[in-house]
């Protein structure tokens, strides 16, 4: 490559699925980013599926993902750089020619596959492998990065956590979700499963005359929910509102009391931003990855005991609105901005 011509950097977005994963809007965001605050320094191409192909139609060349991916890439010394978005690389790092740097949002399978003599060798063989063949190694919270530094130590000194962006949500003149709550409620969104720990949050509503909406992919988990807001009568002032539209949750930000957010497995925690963007409190577990992103403004469940939960909420509501810090909220929101994290990704793009 000569010294006018632009680094040919290849991003792969094929991990988006949906319009309600994680990973659908962390590609999203940093596609968009990237391209807006590119200003013509890099010529960019995006690797995803064909069925996501209108998210970036028109604004970038496309590559699209093959099943002959998996074993030949046509273009594997096409590019000078190539980022692998997320750890499960489809489009895996020894088939291409380039400098190479991969996204970790987690290790989460570590945990979810702990007594699975068969499935987690082989994650802890891929995921080494992906880490060896990579030049740089990007985690998206501190958490992560010690957590990668634990269970795969080559990967220290080519290691750097660069944090996610969050969009700011606009809410939708005259919009109104189908599930509306008759009474003050209070929010929380992910997918339905034991690692969010939902089932905690009965317990916040036995001195209260409150409600909880919950919104996000519905499993049988939920069953648990309801068994737990049966035992703190409770159970007809939650919503399970299964999966919601981006005006839905911009109407349950900012309607709601506050968030909760008790998640045991969180590589980042973008509906704490979401909410601190509406100048709401947020109320966190004290785990993973969320203390790193609520900061001083977040109040945290220390311990899931029903009494200590109560005990944070109600003086949490109590201390916010007291000091009013709505706007402490949303400042700390506005840290996390997608054109911050992709113009520190391409910094690593350039090599600096």
């Given at each position: 490559m000569s010294k006018q011509e632009k680094p040919k950097v290849l991003v792969t977005f094929d991990s988006m699925k949906n319009a309600n994963t994680g990973l659908f809007y962390f590609g999203q965001g940093l596609g968009n980013a990237l391209l807006q605050e590119n200003k013509d320094r890099f010529?960019?191409?995006?690797?995803?599926?064909?069925?996501?192909?209108?998210?970036?139609?028109g604004k970038v060349p496309l590559v699209f993902l093959a099943k002959m991916h998996k074993l030949f890439f046509p273009g594997?010394?096409?590019?000078?750089?190539?980022?692998?978005?997320?750890?499960?690389?489809?489009?895996?790092?020894?088939?291409?020619?380039?400098?190479?740097?991969?996204?970790?949002?987690?290790l989460n399978p570590i945990i979810e596959l702990k007594d699975d003599a068969r499935l987690l060798p082989i994650y802890f063989e891929t995921m080494g492998r992906h880490i060896d063949n990579s030049d740089q190694i990007v985690a998206i919270s501190q958490f992560v990065a010690d957590d990668i530094v634990k269970h795969f130590p080559q990967a220290k000194d080519k290691l750097s956590v660069i944090y996610n962006g969050a969009d700011k949500l606009i809410p939708v003149a005259g919009h109104q979700p189908q599930n509306i709550p008759q009474k003050k409620f209070l929010f929380t969104?992910?997918?339905?499963?034991?690692?969010?720990?939902?089932?905690?949050?009965?317990a916040l509503f036995q001195h209260n005359n409150l409600q909880l909406v919950i919104a996000g992919t519905v499993t049988d988990y939920q069953h648990k929910i309801m068994e737990e807001a049966a035992k703190f009568n409770c159970a007809d002032r939650i919503i399970i509102a299964g999966p919601v539209s981006d005006a839905d949750k911009a109407w349950y930000y900012q309607n709601c009391e506050a968030l909760v957010f008790p998640s045991l497995a969180e590589g980042?925690?973008?509906?704490?931003?979401?909410?601190?963007?509406f100048g709401k409190p947020v109320f966190l577990s004290n785990l993973t990855s969320l203390p790193e992103i609520g900061g001083d403004v977040a109040y945290y469940f220390e311990s899931f005991e029903p009494?200590?939960?109560?005990?944070?909420?109600?003086?949490?509501?109590?201390?916010f609105h007291q000091n009013n810090l709505a706007e402490a909220a949303k400042q700390r929101a506005a840290l996390f901005t997608w054109a911050r994290t992709a113009q520190q990704y391409m910094a690593l793009y350039e090599g600096t």
């Amino acid at each position: 490559m000569s010294k006018q011509e632009k680094p040919k950097v290849l991003v792969t977005f094929d991990s988006m699925k949906n319009a309600n994963t994680g990973l659908f809007y962390f590609g999203q965001g940093l596609g968009n980013a990237l391209l807006q605050e590119n200003k013509d320094r890099f010529k960019f191409s995006f690797y995803l599926k064909f069925k996501n192909r209108k998210i970036f139609a028109g604004k970038v060349p496309l590559v699209f993902l093959a099943k002959m991916h998996k074993l030949f890439f046509p273009g594997r010394s096409k590019y000078d750089v190539v980022h692998f978005t997320d750890q499960f690389c489809r489009l895996k790092p020894e088939l291409v020619n380039a400098r190479k740097i991969l996204t970790i949002h987690d290790l989460n399978p570590i945990i979810e596959l702990k007594d699975d003599a068969r499935l987690l060798p082989i994650y802890f063989e891929t995921m080494g492998r992906h880490i060896d063949n990579s030049d740089q190694i990007v985690a998206i919270s501190q958490f992560v990065a010690d957590d990668i530094v634990k269970h795969f130590p080559q990967a220290k000194d080519k290691l750097s956590v660069i944090y996610n962006g969050a969009d700011k949500l606009i809410p939708v003149a005259g919009h109104q979700p189908q599930n509306i709550p008759q009474k003050k409620f209070l929010f929380t969104i992910g997918n339905v499963s034991p690692k969010k720990n939902f089932h905690v949050l009965p317990a916040l509503f036995q001195h209260n005359n409150l409600q909880l909406v919950i919104a996000g992919t519905v499993t049988d988990y939920q069953h648990k929910i309801m068994e737990e807001a049966a035992k703190f009568n409770c159970a007809d002032r939650i919503i399970i509102a299964g999966p919601v539209s981006d005006a839905d949750k911009a109407w349950y930000y900012q309607n709601c009391e506050a968030l909760v957010f008790p998640s045991l497995a969180e590589g980042f925690g973008l509906p704490v931003i979401e909410a601190m963007y509406f100048g709401k409190p947020v109320f966190l577990s004290n785990l993973t990855s969320l203390p790193e992103i609520g900061g001083d403004v977040a109040y945290y469940f220390e311990s899931f005991e029903p009494t200590a939960m109560q005990k944070v909420l109600a003086e949490g509501l109590e201390h916010f609105h007291q000091n009013n810090l709505a706007e402490a909220a949303k400042q700390r929101a506005a840290l996390f901005t997608w054109a911050r994290t992709a113009q520190q990704y391409m910094a690593l793009y350039e090599g600096t």
